[in-house]
């Protein structure tokens, strides 16, 4: 096995990277000569007061580490791969009161409750107000005049909706969900000049008005969702501050990467027109799945070893974070025939963009490919002239695949 041809010092969480395009090339040359690679880092530029990571860039290792909670912990750091120089520890432990951060069997507890909100029939309840809410938004959309923002004005508009509808927030309020949200991820992207101090204090105020939901549904329960997860501790349901945790995750988890599926999934589209044209003519069942494994809007999450253990011919030790490259597995061509290519009716599509399985498997999977449903549906419908008039604005972050500003016009 000779050493991959990267660059000296290449880090792949790099911000600046990801800002200007996911290293695919780099990626596939790990996947093809050493797929689990030890990648230094200097200083504290992370935040773990380390030397590094393992980036894991196969589709079979990157479920491995996925479905061994047991030797790969989300707890120990955190499952956010990069956070800034400059974190307290403190900062990072709290955080482990997120779903996303816990292992079993906290870990099992909590989504146990939460999946209620998530059953087959909760969605289906929903399906007809985003149906409606989809219609809209592009109707909306397209009585603009001249181009515009597809990402302002088409793609983070749903899945905010869909969020709010789910656990009941008042229309009136939902612009305060989609902003807090913003400011807790763009603390890597100077554009926004959002400092880590103010992303943590939009999270404090979104658990805050979360807990305060909780408590209202506690004094008066309701016949909604809030009032299932926190109305009755003693018989296994959430107390305020887990309410409050798992809003702020559903804030991020569910609303920004659906939305950026949703506007990855629109320049792949007017990128290769001929899949367009298909989509608009046969509306195939399998083009949202092709969406996200395209998207992949989590660029990669991390684990840290809890011992020793051996992966992809690596010796990890215990203590060593393991980075999970989900774009890199959803382009594996061992799993995937012709995976750069864009393929709206590829079936089977055994992609990781909803995570490498094991019980961080994303919760909200069936509502965000209904989403997308419904929302390339409404545009086919609506807009099937829509075209780029420039080249996509890209966030500055270590680990979301994210678009600040996607330029289009109808015809």
Known sequence: MHCPALPEGFDFTDPDLL????????????????PVRWIP??????????????????????RYVSTHPELFSSTVNTAIIRFNEHIERDSIDAQR?????????????????????????SIRALEERLRDRAT?????????????????????????????ELIGIP?????????????????????????????????????????????ERKQCPARDIVST???????????SDEFGFFVLMLAVAGNETTRNAITHGMHAFLTHPEQWELYKRERPSTAAEEIVRWATPVFAFQRTATQDTELGGQLIKKGDRVGLFYASANHDPDVFDRPDEFVVTRDPNPHLGFGGGGPHFCLGKSLAVLEIDLIFNAIADAMPGLRLVGDP???????????????VATE
């Open 171 to 215: 229309q009136d309020d939902r612009i305060k969900i989609f902003d807090w949200s913003n400011k807790m991820i763009a603390y890597d992207d100077p554009e926004y000049a959002i400092t880590a101090e103010v992303g943590a204090q939009s999270a404090a105020e979104l658990i805050a008005y979360a807990m305060n939901m909780a408590a």
């Open 97 to 121: 009161l997120i779903l996303l951060n816990m292992d079993p069997p906290e870990h099992t507890r909590v989504r146990q409750i939460v999946q209620r909100g998530f059953t087959p029939r």
């Open 136 to 164: 809209a938004i592009v109707s909306e959309a397209r009585e603009l005049d001249g181009p515009f923002d597809f990402v302002a004005s088409v793609a983070c508009e749903l899945p905010l909706q869909a969020i709010a």
């Open 19 to 34: 800002q200007h395009r996911v290293p695919l090339p780099e990626l596939a040359e790990l996947r093809r000569v050493e």
């Open 393 to 407: 604005r890209r966030l500055r972050s270590a680990w979301i695949n994210g678009v600040k500003e996607l330029r």
């Open 41 to 62: 880092q200097s200083g504290n530029v992370a935040g773990f007061q380390d030397e590094g990571y393992w980036a894991v860039t196969r589709h079979a290792d990157v």
């Open 229 to 239: 997860l926190v109305a009755a501790e003693n018989e296994g349901n959430l107390n």
